[in-house]
C-alpha cells in the first residue's frame, strides 16, 4: 500500500520549494495547508452519513494521510497571467456528503440525465477533488473495488476514466508535478489508452517549465552583455511569450509538433503574444521548419534543438532554419530561444552555432 502520509509530506515539500527551482516563471505564487488525519470515529460517522461505500484506498489516505490538504501553486508571468497552475488540493472528507449531492443534482438534473453511461459515472462516483471550473475527480464505485479507478467528472464534456486506481493515479500525479488536473492541461499528459502518463513526450515540457527535468541541467542561460545588465523588462518580456508559446505545445498539440504552416492558429496564440517587447514586427517569432508536424520521440536532441526563435520575417505562422534571425540580436546583440525540452536560453552570435535545427 502507498504510504500516504509521506506522499502528503513530498507534495507539500515540492510546493514549498517550487518558487526557487521554477526559474521558467516571473513569479510563482503557493498555497500550503495540511490538516490532520482522520480520526477512526470521525471516518464511521461519514460512513453513515452517504449510501456508497468508501473504498479502503480512499479510507487509508483519510487515516493516515491527512483529510483535508491544499497545496496549490499558480506559476505567472511577467504581467501577472497564470501560465502553469496545479497542486493536491483534495477535498475536505467532513464535506464530502455536501459534494455527493452536487454529483447527484448534476446526474438528476442536467444534460447528464439523457446519457445513461454518463449519469451512472456521476452517481456512482465519490468525489476526492473539485476544480474552479466544476469539474470533479472522483473514484468509480461501480464496481465496488477497494483501489477503485480514477474518473474525471466533465460538467460539459465526457466522463473519462484518467487512472486505473487512486493509488496509479497519486504515483503518476506526483511524477508529472501534481499539474492541473483541470483537462485541458492533461491532453498531452494521457497515454492512447486515455490514462494519466508522466512517460509522455509532453511531460518533458510540464516538468522542464517546472525546474524539475531537462536534459541539459540549463533551464534558462541568460549570459550577460559586456558592460551591461543581467536582464532588462522588455528581454524578460519577450522570455515570457515565448515560454507562453512552448507552453501551448504541450497543451494543445500532445506528442506531435504543429505544422510550420499553420502553428500559431494551432496553438491558439493571441496576436499580442507575438510581438517581442524590445521592437520589431507585430509577429515577432518564427518556428524552426524543420521540426514541422514531427514526433516529440522522433527528436533526438530536444535539449540542442531549436523550436521556437526571434524572426525578422514579421508575419503569422512565419517559419525557416535560422535565417530569419534578427543580426545583431534584439537584446543586446543577443536572440531568444526555446528548444524541444521546453527550456529557454538567450543566445549571442557565438552561442548560436551551437544549437540544432535538424530532429536526427
Known amino acids: 500500500m502507498l504510504d500516504y502520509r509521506a506522499w502528503i509530506e513530498d507534495a507539500e515539500a515540492f510546493v514549498r520549494e517550487l518558487p526557487q527551482h521554477g526559474t521558467s516563471f516571473s513569479r510563482i505564487d503557493i498555497q500550503v495547508s495540511v490538516d490532520p488525519p482522520l480520526e477512526q470515529t470521525e471516518l464511521q460517522r461519514l460512513q453513515?452519513?452517504?449510501?456508497?461505500?468508501?473504498?479502503?484506498?480512499?479510507?487509508q489516505f483519510w487515516l493516515t494521510g491527512s483529510r483535508h490538504c491544499a497545496c496549490r501553486y499558480i506559476c505567472r508571468d511577467a504581467k501577472g497571467h497564470a501560465q502553469l497552475f496545479g497542486g493536491p488540493a483534495f477535498l475536505d472528507a467532513q464535506e464530502l456528503p455536501e459534494h455527493l449531492l452536487v454529483c447527484h443534482d448534476w446526474a438528476?438534473?442536467?444534460?447528464?440525465?439523457?446519457?445513461?453511461?454518463?449519469?451512472?459515472y456521476w452517481l456512482n462516483a465519490i468525489p476526492f477533488l473539485h476544480m474552479d471550473n466544476g469539474d470533479y475527480l472522483g473514484l468509480d464505485m461501480s464496481q465496488g473495488q477497494e483501489d477503485p479507478p480514477v474518473v474525471y467528472l466533465s460538467h460539459d464534456e465526457q466522463t473519462f476514466v484518467l487512472a486505473r486506481s487512486f493509488t496509479a493515479f497519486l504515483e503518476q500525479w506526483q511524477q508529472l508535478s501534481y499539474i492541473g488536473p483541470e483537462s485541458w492541461m492533461l491532453e498531452g499528459l494521457r497515454n492512447e489508452e486515455g490514462l494519466l502518463d508522466a512517460s509522455t513526450p509532453a511531460a518533458q515540457h510540464v516538468l522542464a517549465s517546472l525546474g524539475q527535468s531537462s536534459a541539459s541541467g540549463v533551464l534558462i542561460r541568460v549570459p550577460s552583455p559586456p558592460g551591461g545588465p543581467t536582464e532588462s523588462?522588455?528581454?524578460?518580456?519577450?522570455?515570457?511569450?515565448?515560454?507562453?508559446?512552448?507552453?501551448?505545445?504541450?497543451?494543445?498539440?500532445?506528442?506531435?509538433?504543429?505544422d510550420a504552416e499553420s502553428w500559431y492558429e494551432a496553438l491558439n496564440l493571441s496576436q499580442a503574444i507575438g510581438a517581442c517587447p524590445s521592437g520589431g514586427p507585430a509577429y515577432g517569432y518564427?518556428?524552426?521548419?524543420?521540426?514541422?508536424?514531427a514526433w516529440l520521440s522522433a527528436i533526438r536532441e530536444p535539449h540542442r534543438t531549436?523550436?521556437?526563435?526571434?524572426?525578422?520575417?514579421?508575419?503569422?505562422?512565419?517559419?525557416?532554419?535560422?535565417?530569419?534571425?534578427?543580426?545583431?540580436?534584439?537584446?543586446?546583440?543577443?536572440?531568444?530561444?526555446?528548444?524541444?525540452?521546453?527550456?529557454?536560453?538567450?543566445?549571442?552570435?557565438?552561442?548560436q552555432q551551437e544549437v540544432k535545427w535538424t530532429a536526427d
Do not use: K
Request: net charge negative.
Open 48 to 59: 453513515m452519513s452517504i449510501t456508497l461505500p468508501l473504498p479502503e484506498a480512499l479510507r
Open 306 to 351: 531549436v523550436l521556437f526563435f526571434e524572426s525578422d520575417l514579421g508575419r503569422i505562422n512565419a517559419h525557416d532554419s535560422g535565417e530569419s534571425l534578427p543580426s545583431p540580436g534584439r537584446h543586446s546583440g543577443r536572440n531568444v530561444f526555446v528548444f524541444v525540452d521546453s527550456h529557454i536560453e538567450v543566445l549571442d552570435q557565438e552561442g
Open 286 to 293: 518564427a518556428m524552426n521548419q524543420n521540426l514541422s508536424n
Open 108 to 120: 438528476e438534473n442536467t444534460w447528464i440525465s439523457e446519457y445513461p453511461e454518463e449519469q451512472r
Open 233 to 258: 523588462e522588455p528581454l524578460e518580456e519577450c522570455m515570457d511569450h515565448l515560454r507562453g508559446i512552448s507552453t501551448a505545445v504541450w497543451m494543445q498539440c500532445g506528442d506531435r509538433l504543429p
